[in-house]
Each structure stands twice: as structure tokens, then as C-alpha cells.
């Protein structure tokens, strides 16, 4: 048998593999040959590549630390044998194939660092980094789930905000034929404004409004904007909720919050001027009293009704 050899055929052995007799005689320090358990998973190697690194096991087999061993002169380590093969392959060769998976990288770190190869420790982190790197989403889409959260996320956040609140189920009539369409493309914009505009506005979806499908755009924390997407259609005998895309309004309030794309300093001129009423051009002797800061732009899918639903002689 080589000198650096695991028991069996395999340098891994099954976890739960019971010792045996029949191994080298002498398990003393002393001998060039060590038998290792480590956690029911035997190992057969040299003091030499056990103490080529300054490590916990160089300690161990140095003397300077106490080791424990069974009466058939086995030495015992008190840890997982799964991988302590690729563990005896690394102080031998200085590197190693490191497993695919993270998990398994990640459980190989903590053993090593429970040996102290710093080496080892060095290689699985920049595989971690180098597998989070490759699956990093593009962009991350956070979901509202409190009114409590959204205030925060558009108190807190340094960009603009663009808000597209679904809830289908929000809705006690049925829908038009071309609803649930229309339903999908205002989710297929959104999707696509957020990887546009990744970085520059922060995009998150609300799924506990009251709307069913209404966008919102917020600059310097300000709420500016909101085009809600539904109305109410009186067909012949119901009432019917119709959901409509208006693309082209959408495109343009999220191009009016890139205005917005500066530091969290108020900028009262800005906001007077992108808060402004587009449908009017003069505001009554009551509007006058509110600051146009404060004011918000809410374009509503116009409602009609397919027939006239009048009483007679009215």
C-alpha cells in the first residue's frame, strides 16, 4: 500500500465507516504513517503532508497539541469526514478541484477554517464571490407588502420612484374581453422600464392597493404623478371593469421623474414646475391657497357607458 492512501479504495470514504483491525501496526506520532477518524470516515496518510502547512493539524502532529486515540491506535478528530480527503489534497498539492455547488464550497470553508488553512479559505471565498457575481440579478424588484414599507422605501430612497400597483382580484364586476391583455402589457412595461432605467429609478409593485392597476411616480419623496388604468363600462345589463394601457402617458411621467435625479435637497422650483396641472391653464381662486408642491397629477381612464341608462321623461 502507498503512504498516501485512505483506507479502502476511495480517498472519501462513506461517512459511518466503522474502524477496523488489520490496518499498519503502530499508531504512535512517531511512525511515518498516521491512521485518521475523522467522524467515522477513515484516512491514511504521512505526518509530512499533515505538517507541511502551519495549520491546526500541524499543531496536532507536532506534538504541541494532545490527540485522542481509540485502542486500535486510530486517531481521532471529532469532525465531519466528508471532506477532509480534499482537505488532506490540498496540503499536498497546495490547490484542489473545489466543488460545484455552493453549498458544498461552503461547507468545505468551514472546515478549513476550523484547521486554520487560511489557503483554502482564500480559494472557496473567491469561488463564492465569483458564483454570486454570476447569478447577481440584473435588478431587484421589491414588493410591497405594508403601506407602512412603502413609505419608508420612498422616504428612504435617494432615486425616483416609479409604483405600479396590481390586483386583479381587486374587482367585484368582470372584466372586458380585452382587460386581462391589457392587464399583462402594463406588467410587461414595467418590467421593461425597470431594466431601461436600472440604477437611475427605483421600481417597486404594490399587490395590497385598492386600485387594480395604477401607476405612481414620486420624486424628492413627493408623490407627483398617477395614472390609474381602470374604469367602470355599463354594458347592456352590468356593469363591467375595463383596464386600458396608456402607454404613451406612462413613458412620459417616468421620463418627467428622471427630473428628479439629483440629491435629496429640496428643489422647490422643480416641484412647482413638474407638479403643475397640464389640463388647466388657470387655476381657480380656491387652488390658489394650496402650495402646487403639494399638488398631484391623476389622470383616470375616462368613464362612459355603451348605452344610455336614463329613465324615460328624465
Not at 490527540?67 to 465531519?80: A, F, H, Y
Amino acid at each position: 500500500m502507498s503512504g498516501d492512501t485512505c483506507l479502502g479504495s476511495a480517498l472519501c470514504p462513506a461517512a459511518g465507516h466503522k474502524p477496523k483491525g488489520g490496518g499498519p501496526k503502530g499508531g504512535s506520532l512517531g511512525n511515518k504513517y498516521v491512521r485518521l477518524n475523522v467522524g467515522g470516515s477513515l484516512y491514511y496518510t504521512t505526518v509530512q503532508v499533515l505538517t507541511r502547512h502551519d495549520t491546526m493539524l500541524k499543531a496536532m502532529f507536532s506534538g504541541r497539541m494532545e490527540v485522542l486515540t481509540d485502542k486500535e491506535g486510530w486517531i481521532l478528530i471529532d469532525r465531519c469526514g466528508k471532506h477532509f480527503g480534499t482537505i488532506l489534497n490540498y496540503l499536498r498539492d497546495d490547490t484542489i478541484a473545489l466543488p460545484k455547488h455552493r453549498q458544498e464550497i461552503k461547507a468545505l470553508m468551514a472546515e478549513a477554517k476550523y484547521y486554520l488553512i487560511q489557503g483554502l479559505v482564500d480559494m472557496c471565498q473567491a469561488a463564492l464571490q465569483d458564483k454570486k457575481d454570476l447569478y447577481e440579478p440584473v435588478c431587484s424588484i421589491p414588493i410591497i407588502t405594508s403601506p407602512k414599507e412603502e413609505e419608508r422605501l420612498i422616504e428612504s430612497s435617494m432615486k425616483p420612484v416609479v409604483k405600479l400597483l396590481y390586483n386583479r382580484s381587486n374587482n367585484k364586476y368582470s372584466y372586458t374581453s380585452n382587460s386581462d391583455d391589457n392587464l399583462l402589457k402594463n406588467i410587461e412595461l414595467f418590467d421593461k422600464l425597470s431594466l431601461r432605467f436600472n440604477g437611475r429609478v427605483l421600481f417597486i409593485k404594490d399587490v395590497i392597493g385598492d386600485e387594480i392597476c395604477c401607476w405612481s411616480f414620486y420624486g424628492q419623496g413627493r408623490k407627483l404623478a398617477e395614472v390609474c388604468c381602470t374604469s367602470i363600462v355599463y354594458a347592456t345589463e352590468k356593469k363591467q371593469t375595463k383596464v386600458e394601457f396608456p402607454e404613451a402617458r406612462i413613458y412620459e411621467e417616468t421620463l418627467n421623474v428622471l427630473l428628479y435625479e439629483t440629491p435629496r435637497v429640496p428643489d422647490n422650483s422643480l416641484l412647482e414646475a413638474t407638479s403643475r396641472s397640464r389640463s388647466q391653464a388657470s387655476h381657480s381662486e380656491d387652488d390658489e391657497g394650496f402650495e402646487l408642491r403639494d399638488r398631484v397629477r391623476r389622470i383616470h381612464v375616462k368613464r362612459y357607458s355603451t348605452y344610455d341608462d336614463r329613465q324615460l321623461g328624465h
